[in-house]
């Protein structure tokens, strides 16, 4: 592959606005809040440049500075009508001429389209209606739901499918995959795919939907389209139709459309972009079922897109239009024969992808036609390769838009954005109310919800457990096969099965705060104090929910756009003492520091923070070095989620967590059960100093003499640690009787209090790494966290021991 790097000067062309004449090396970084300007020239290179190309910054396209972050970097800019988060370091990457206010592309049309949309058999539809062969009786019905993030298609996937839906993760990847029947149709499959931007390969997400569309083949595509922002979602759908798949566009949150005074020309659409397209309201359940209609009507009968060329003739002389079709012709015969879509196969070979150029092998001869054909596309055009193909694309999107859209010039919700925004991401007020916020989530989560559904559900959990416990003395069941079920197993499991309320109510809070919009919010403002230590403004969620547990917090990263900021991320969130620790805590400072506890407690919190960050900056230097992504984030208008989307997360995370109570953690309390009960010769055995953990724990023990922690009990305690944090004090309780303090020293205890904080996460959490980050990275995380907590343990025990 060849690295491309495009610094030329382009003709500035005079497409919008008046320019004022060009002032030496503008770049969008130099714009005061309020100000607009037409980009002239994009910098950078590779994957990069292609997601600011992909996100609409393109040559051409007017942008308008609308705030800075609290800490100055990132800001906020609008492009074409869309607001995006971009870094300062960012924006000096685009130059741009400034004009004199902004235009507002839809002023000019006044007319209000009738959304009047003609059912499947009456007139005025576009495509044809089925004359062509169907799909034998009985084909299964594949349907890929794709779509921008927040367009609605977890809404939408939840009215096709009701409940009756299976999740998993797509093959290979850690990425969430739903799919389930439509409702009424067992005969069909909806998928939903994540949310994505575009079909270049540039996160793990798009990757994923672009080798689903192309591979799997789907039997037809339904395009979820956010018609309140049109503009950006036209881009993918622009990206699908030259996949060429059968494909019906189902126009989202026309309610929202429509309460504002917009309209959109449904008819003139479907002719424009040769695909059936719905109007719907996804959350009012309205035009869902005419959508299930036509994509079964498109699938049955494999109704391809009318052909379309988006690249206009008169478009920079026709430059791009006759390149595409000049590569078009020149790879016909490979992509026959690799089973591509010529006009993708076309446009991402133009744009350099390199996935596509793998795939299609041409010969040295042919790479240079091809070499030679877009030089020329440059050339002519007076633009760069991957900045052609999206501009050719965005000119198309304006041209249908133009034509068919009304837009009303700020909608209710953008307003109601901008004053809840003034005091969210306010200069002075971001960061107090983000506090406040996290606060109160935790507050309610773990002393007022929380404690209330586990005290219930702890209730249960016991009158259950005596029952069987009764019933099991009564039968005379034996002895062992008691003790496993009711002193493993329901202890065990049990004291897990407790924490579903606070891991779904903590799951609630920031599923509210994430589908409402806030969280992108969060990462606009921290995005700068985190750069610092090599991650992005989106990690500080997952981050914080590691204060309250750890598995949550992992299953949070999957909201993280790029892989390194997702894996360092996991890495660092065991650091943030998680809740089940505050027992370990308690009980040593209750034995040892009774007066100092807050301090003590406070003192162990702010040592994980620290150590995070630490290992943050280490990561930075050696693991994770790589470019940081660039930080191109759309902020949506806030938005309440439906009940209905709430419920079923919360049942999916509920699910989740019983799943693994019931595998993982009840395997590893058998084995424990086992260890503890049993002795070498596979004696049951009363007293565990005798059975097979304590002569594991003695062969252990020696490694800890040096941290003052020689004693088996202790190391015992820690061992069942793993399994949860909260048994290493009834262990000890066990153990010791009560007398902790006449065996282990003020100093033993203090090295104690240090390797608890961080030491291997319990295994839930590592089961939880596991499935995001695979096998040896979640080991990798147990002997990495194990070796910090033994050293920051040893240093501690012997400086102070030095002194005392
Ligand atoms: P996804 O990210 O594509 O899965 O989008 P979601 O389904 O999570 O929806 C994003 C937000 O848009 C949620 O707050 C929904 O409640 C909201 N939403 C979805 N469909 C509609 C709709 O038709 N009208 C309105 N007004 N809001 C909707
Ligand atoms: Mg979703």
Not at 24 to 31: V, Y
Not at 376 to 399: L, N, P, V, Y
């Amino acid at each position: 592959m060849v690295g491309y790097s495009y610094i030329w000067q382009i003709n500035l062309p005079d497409r919008k606005g008046a320019g004022l004449g060009p002032e030496e090396g503008m770049t969008i970084r130099d714009l005061k809040i309020g100000e607009s300007a037409v980009i002239t020239q994009v910098h950078g290179e590779g994957a990069l440049r292609q997601h600011f190309l992909d996100m609409g910054m393109i040559p051409g396209a007017e942008v308008t500075m609308i705030k800075y972050a609290p800490m100055g970097d990132p800001v906020e800019i609008q492009v074409h009508g869309y607001e995006l988060t971009l870094r300062l370091a960012d924006a000096a990457q685009i130059d741009c001429e400034r004009i004199e206010g902004r235009t507002n592309p839809h002023e000019r049309v006044k007319k209000i389209f009738s959304s009047e949309h003609p059912g499947i058999g009456e007139d005025g539809k576009y495509h044809r209606k089925g004359e062509g062969d169907p799909l034998p009786e009985g084909t299964k019905l594949t349907f890929a739901l794709v779509g921008n993030q927040n367009s609605g298609k977890t809404t939408l996937f939840n009215q096709l499918t009701g409940s009756n839906q299976h999740v998993g993760n797509f093959p290979g990847v850690t990425v969430d995959r739903k799919d389930g029947p439509i409702k009424g149709h067992p005969e069909t499959s909806v998928t939903d795919l994540p949310g994505i931007y575009s079909m270049s390969p540039y996160s793990s997400e798009e990757i994923v939907s672009r080798n689903y569309v192309l591979e799997e083949k789907p039997k037809a595509v339904i395009d979820i389209v956010d018609a309140t922002n049109i503009e950006r979602n036209l881009y993918l759908t622009l990206q699908l139709l030259e996949m060429n798949r059968p494909m019906v566009v189902a126009l989202n949150m026309m309610d929202e459309l429509h309460g504002n005074g917009g309209s959109i020309d449904i008819n003139r659409m479907e002719a424009m972009l040769g695909v059936p397209v719905v109007p719907i309201s996804a959350a009012k359940n309205e035009g869902v079922s005419e959508l299930v209609t036509h994509a079964l009507h498109i699938a049955k009968y494999q109704e391809k897109p009318t052909p379309q060329d988006f690249c206009s003739k008169d478009d920079h002389g026709g430059a791009i239009h006759r390149a595409i079709h000049a590569v078009e012709s020149l790879i016909e015969d490979h992509t026959e024969r690799v089973g591509l879509p010529l006009r993708f196969a076309a446009t991402k070979a133009i744009e350099g992808d390199p996935l596509v150029l793998e795939q299609l092998a041409l010969d040295p001869n042919e790479t240079e036609l091809l070499e030679h054909l877009v030089q020329q596309m440059e050339h002519e055009g007076g633009m760069d390769r991957s900045a052609a193909m999206a501009d050719m694309r965005f000119d198309f999107i304006e041209r249908v838009c133009e034509a068919t859209v009304v837009k009303p010039q700020e909608s209710k919700e953008r307003l109601r954005s901008e004053r809840i925004d003034r005091v969210l991401t306010g200069k002075w007020t971001a960061i107090p109310c983000f506090i406040g916020i996290m606060a109160l989530v935790f507050f309610l989560t773990f002393h007022v919800i929380g404690p209330f559904f586990q005290d219930l559900l702890a209730a249960g959990i016991e009158l259950l457990t005596e029952a069987v416990d009764g019933w099991m003395t009564r039968a005379g069941i034996n002895e062992v096969i008691h003790g496993l079920v009711v002193g493993g197993i329901f202890e065990g499991v049990g004291s897990v099965l407790s924490f579903i309320p606070i891991v779904v109510i903590l799951f609630f809070f920031l599923s509210l705060m994430e589908d409402s919009g806030y969280i992108a919010r969060v990462a606009f403002f921290m995005d700068k104090l985190l750069r610092k230590i090599g991650l992005s403004g989106r990690s500080i969620v997952p981050m914080l929910i590691g204060f309250g547990c750890t598995v949550p917090a992992v299953m949070a990263t999957r909201t993280l756009p790029s892989r390194r900021d997702r894996r360092m991320t996991i890495l660092l969130t065991p650091f943030m003492s998680c809740s089940a620790k505050i027992p370990i805590y308690a009980f040593f400072v209750n034995a040892f520091f009774p007066k100092m506890g807050g301090l003590v407690m406070t003192g162990l919190y702010v040592l994980g923070i620290v150590f995070g960050i630490l290992t943050a900056m280490v990561f930075k230097k050696t693991l994770f070095k790589g470019e940081a992504v660039p930080f191109v984030m759309e902020l949506l208008n806030y938005r309440l989620p439906t009940p209905k989307n709430v419920l079923q997360l919360l049942w999916e995370k509920a699910k989740d967590f019983l799943t693994r109570a019931f595998s993982v953690i009840l395997i590893a309390t058998i084995v424990v059960w086992f260890l503890q009960s049993f002795d070498l010769h596979l004696n049951y055995v009363t007293d565990s100093a005798q059975s097979i953990l304590a002569s594991l724990a003695g062969w252990i023990a020696p490694l800890f003499v040096p941290l003052g922690m020689g004693d088996w009990r202790i190391v015992t305690a820690l061992i069942s640690g793993f399994m949860a944090k909260e048994s290493v004090v009834s262990i000890m309780e066990m153990l010791f009787g009560g007398n902790v303090a006449e065996v282990l020293g003020t100093t033993s205890a203090m090295a104690m209090l240090v390797f608890s904080l961080l030491y291997t996460p319990c295994v839930a959490a590592i089961a939880a790494i596991r499935r995001e980050l695979g096998r040896a990275w979640a080991i990798g995380v147990v002997v990495f966290q194990c070796a910090v907590a033994w050293l920051a343990a040893f240093v501690l025990y012997q400086l102070v021991s030095l002194f005392v």
